[in-house]
């Protein structure tokens, strides 16, 4: 079962018979059988029949909106997962703060643990200081917060100098000079690299979202990320140990040429895929953009990464990164449920 992402600007999803069939105008650009579409993802500005739309509901293909420019919009969902007895108790369990700040602190440690084996990866290409020096304070950070139970405040601190620290070093990780780093910036992305980071990020948390929902969890409850109206807390939780895997895909992208700065248009104007922290605070126009190209490129290679293999311990075996993701939900909902220790995804 497959994936389909559809990003043609302008196009239109039409149903078929068993078929989806994608229109730019009179011209068919390429069709789908749906018994072999396990997801549909939709980016940017793209029309959905409202035949098309019930077929998806019906049949229960998962179907997310993303805007053209890197935010998730929503998905049609036919109905929540029914296990309620589940969900109860994720609340339950995470009603208790110290249940929260066990289960945030194996989070950042698995982040941070993450983040230094990419750094380690690098390193046997390039022992530059910056690297290695990033590679030895995380590494303190990582040894602090296995030695005691910390609070959830102070975790969160560690998570935000051990990210400032990993960042610190992406200008020796970078070796296209036609792409450079000054640092993470969002809402809006300033500059190239951010942006692939920003578009990346929010295609993994769709991934996850999805996971979340299969596993009959509630995505609004979790214990790193605090509880605020609309943001998936429990998502974001589970995303932090899967970052570094995103970010080594961005730079494997720039180092090999895949993406060139051809790939991106700056200073846009606003249009209805754009939201008010899209943009620029004194120009207000969008900084810096994928081209429809690049945006193909992109997430063609984000397509082909999450169905790649990576080496897990628990369930032992080669798995790919879109099963471990469900994987990594399994655990949590066998955590709130029977109190299994929660096990996170250490890449090697």
């Given at each position: ?10 196009a239109s999803?039409?149903?078929?018979g ?23 993802i ?10 098309a ?21 929503g ?36 982040k941070?643990d993450?983040?230094?084996?990419h ?17 030895i304070k ?8 296995a ?23 992406f200008?020796?990780?970078?070796k ?19 942006a692939l ?21 509630d995505p609004?409850?979790?214990?790193l ?16 140990e ?34 008010s ?8 126009l ?24 990576f ?9 790919t ?10 655990k949590?909902?066998a955590l ?6 929660y096990q ?5």
């Amino acid at each position: 079962m497959a994936i389909v992402y559809i990003a043609d600007q302008g196009a239109s999803i039409c149903k078929r018979g068993d078929r989806l069939q994608i229109f730019k105008g009179p011209q068919l650009l390429r069709w789908f059988h749906t018994l072999d579409i396990e997801q549909l993802i939709i980016i940017g500005n793209i029309a959905l029949t409202t035949q098309a739309a019930t077929y998806l509901l019906k049949n229960r293909i998962d179907t997310v909106f993303l805007s053209y420019y890197g935010k998730y919009k929503g998905r049609l969902i036919g109905e929540f997962g029914k296990n309620v007895f589940l969900r109860v108790k994720q609340y339950k369990y995470l009603e208790d703060d110290a249940n929260r700040n066990c289960l945030a602190q194996i989070y950042v440690n698995a982040k941070i643990d993450n983040m230094n084996h990419h750094l380690e990866k690098r390193l046997k290409r390039s022992k530059t200081p910056l690297i290695i020096d990033s590679y030895i304070k995380n590494k303190a950070i990582a040894d602090k917060l296995a030695s005691a139970a910390i609070p959830r405040d102070v975790i969160r601190g560690f998570e935000g100098i051990a990210s400032k620290n990993y960042f610190a070093a992406f200008p020796d990780l970078l070796k296209n000079p036609n792409f450079s780093f000054n640092g993470r910036n969002r809402r809006p992305p300033r500059d190239e690299v951010n942006a692939l980071l920003s578009l990346t990020y929010t295609l993994l948390m769709n991934q996850i979202m999805t996971a979340t929902y299969i596993s009959g969890l509630d995505p609004y409850v979790g214990a790193l990320h605090e509880m605020v109206y609309g943001r998936q807390s429990l998502v974001l939780d589970l995303m932090e140990e899967f970052r570094p895997l995103i970010d080594n895909l961005v730079i494997s992208l720039i180092n090999r040429r895949e993406i060139a700065p051809i790939h991106f248009k700056y200073n846009i104007l606003p249009d209805d895929e754009t939201e008010s922290d899209d943009l620029d605070d004194d120009s207000k126009l969008l900084p810096v953009c994928l081209s429809q190209d690049g945006m193909k490129i992109v997430v063609t290679a984000f397509a082909k990464f999450i169905n790649s293999k990576f080496t897990c311990t628990e369930p032992s075996g080669n798995w790919t990164l879109k099963d471990i993701f469900l994987n990594q939900a399994r655990k949590l909902a066998a955590l709130f449920e029977n109190n299994n220790p929660y096990q996170p995804f250490l890449w090697r």
